[in-house]
């Protein structure tokens, strides 16, 4: 069963516009983790949020949590063609010794150059 | 590049078979977690080995089954392969069940 559900399904933007990508969860969780892939192949991690913290930066990502509302955020500024993915959020119920992920369906971004 | 490599690239294979996938877990990692993605969808968790021990399985028939080895790598076997097997295989290695690094996946297709 998948836990996360992102939202928009998909996402088409214009090179130079921001994209935002969110993300609700069901059930209390440890951490909260945004991954890309690219072309159906390995997942690259880009961004971990812990339950006790409500944003995180890193580089052009911002991403957001609040846990009453159970939804994540995930902000990419400055977007480029590179930034073409899908892009998942996957929580972690757990974390430390049992840790496992639970992952959305994904959003497929497009940036247009 | 996360160090975290997988084999084969692309498998085929019929109905009934049975299949071993293969993962060599980044420097370092003891943990090895294993992942089902058929296509549209996210990744799903099948089962996780630490220290050679299965340590949590997700809502998968036990004709999935796996191992880790002394240096942590590890497998996936599948036995009686069904049509709802094609997806690809994604595996992923972490220190002591932290933070997961993937390898390239293998895609598996049944016929």
């Known amino acids: 069963s998948q836990q996360g559900e992102e939202d928009p399904q998909a996402l088409s933007i214009q090179e130079g516009e921001n994209a935002t990508m969110n993300c609700s969860y069901k059930t209390s969780i440890n951490n909260l983790q945004w991954y890309r892939q690219n072309s159906g192949r390995g997942l690259v991690h880009l961004i971990l949020i812990r339950s006790n913290e409500r944003e995180k930066h890193s580089g052009r990502l911002r991403v957001t949590l609040d846990t009453s509302k159970k939804s994540s955020s995930l902000l990419i500024t400055a977007s480029r063609a590179a930034d073409t993915a899908s892009y998942f959020c996957?929580?972690?119920?757990?974390?430390?010794?049992?840790?496992?992920?639970?992952f959305g369906k994904g959003i497929t971004l497009s940036v247009r150059p | 590049e996360t160090g975290v490599t997988q084999s084969p690239t692309h498998l085929i294979k019929t109905r009934g078979q049975q299949v071993t996938l293969r993962c060599s877990s980044q420097?370092?990692?003891?943990?090895v977690s294993w992942y089902q993605q058929a296509l549209g969808q996210g990744p799903q968790f099948i089962f996780q080995?630490?220290?050679?021990?299965?340590?949590g399985r997700g809502n998968f028939p036990p004709r999935f089954s796996g191992l880790q080895f002394p240096n942590y790598s590890s497998e996936l076997n599948v036995n009686a392969l069904e049509l709802d097997d094609s997806a690809l295989y994604l595996c992923?290695?972490?220190?002591?069940?932290?933070?997961?690094?993937f390898g390239p996946g293998t895609r598996l297709t049944v016929l």
């Open positions: 992923a290695s972490s220190w002591n069940k932290n933070e997961q690094f």
């Open positions: 080995y630490y220290r050679e021990e299965e340590n």
């Open positions: 420097s370092g990692h003891n943990t």
């Open positions: 996957a929580t972690d119920s757990w974390g430390g010794a049992n840790s496992k992920l639970t």
